[in-house]
């Protein structure tokens, strides 16, 4: 059973820094590539970066340059930091596996001052 935990989220000013985290189990983690999604209230989820099974990434337009994402295969987990946060990156973050229709609780990250 796949399961996701996703950590690290909070409570930031504009122009901070968070670092989320993503652990995943049930999984061989190291083929899958990663997504972080998020999902602000009243708005559709969205794609926020990517990253593949060789380290490929992709970010969208609205975090690009202030966002990476990373992974650590040995620990079964994904990264997103997060700097110069904006009040519209207010969401709840969630990671994928690409090809696997499962999510976890996502964790809650608000950038207001």
């Known amino acids: 059973q796949v399961r996701l935990v996703e950590s690290g989220g909070g409570l930031v000013q504009p122009g901070g820094s968070l670092r989320l985290s993503c652990a995943a189990s049930?999984?061989?983690?190291?083929?899958?590539?990663m997504d972080w999604y998020r999902q602000a209230p009243g708005k559709q989820r969205e794609l926020v970066a990517t990253?593949?099974?060789?380290?490929?990434?992709n970010y969208a337009d609205s975090v690009k340059g202030r966002f990476t994402i990373s992974r650590d295969n040995a620990k079964n987990t994904v990264y997103l930091q997060m700097n110069s946060l904006k009040p519209e990156d207010t969401a709840v973050y969630y990671c994928k596996p690409r090809t696997i229709d499962s999510w976890g609780q996502g964790t809650q990250v608000t950038v207001s001052s």
């Open positions: 990253i593949t099974s060789d380290r490929m990434t």
């Open positions: 049930g999984i061989i983690f190291s083929i899958y590539t």
